[in-house]
């Protein structure tokens, strides 16, 4: 996430939330692809395909921008990579990627913070 966020938004504070979202947004969709073909076999696989084709849609048309986004599409091809699909499970990695968000947010805009006020005009 942090990656993705410094790479592609330059950490501006604006983008965090549909970074967040749509990173989230990206797994969810990855763990459809690997979990409702188990459940409901070839259609739990054709429902997940066509929740992909519609997330990459979304994208593509610009709707829904805060959940279907840049963000979301890196999630959702590193999520759907068969080697990740057979060895990760994608819950773990979802409870990862939230305790990335809220680690990586709180320390990047809080330095952000602190640089401000270091650098703002001192008052007499």
């Known amino acids: 996430f942090l990656t993705y966020w410094m790479a592609a938004e330059q ?36 429902v997940a395909v066509v929740i992909m084709l519609v997330a990459i849609y979304f994208q593509i ?34 409870k990862s990627l939230g305790l990335g968000i ?3 947010g709180a320390v990047v805009m809080g330095a952000q913070k602190l640089a401000a006020r270091s650098t703002a005009p001192a008052t007499t």
């Open 11 to 46: 950490v501006q504070p604006g983008a965090f939330v549909s970074s967040a979202v749509g990173a989230v947004v990206g797994l969810l969709v990855a763990l459809g692809l690997q979990m409702l073909p188990h459940l409901y076999g070839n259609a739990g696989e054709a």
């Open 61 to 94: 048309v610009g709707w829904a921008k805060v959940a279907f986004n840049f963000s979301t599409m890196i999630f959702l091809t590193a999520g759907a990579a068969v080697p990740i699909q057979a060895h990760t499970d994608v819950i773990n990695a979802l």
């Open 102 to 104: 809220v680690f990586f």
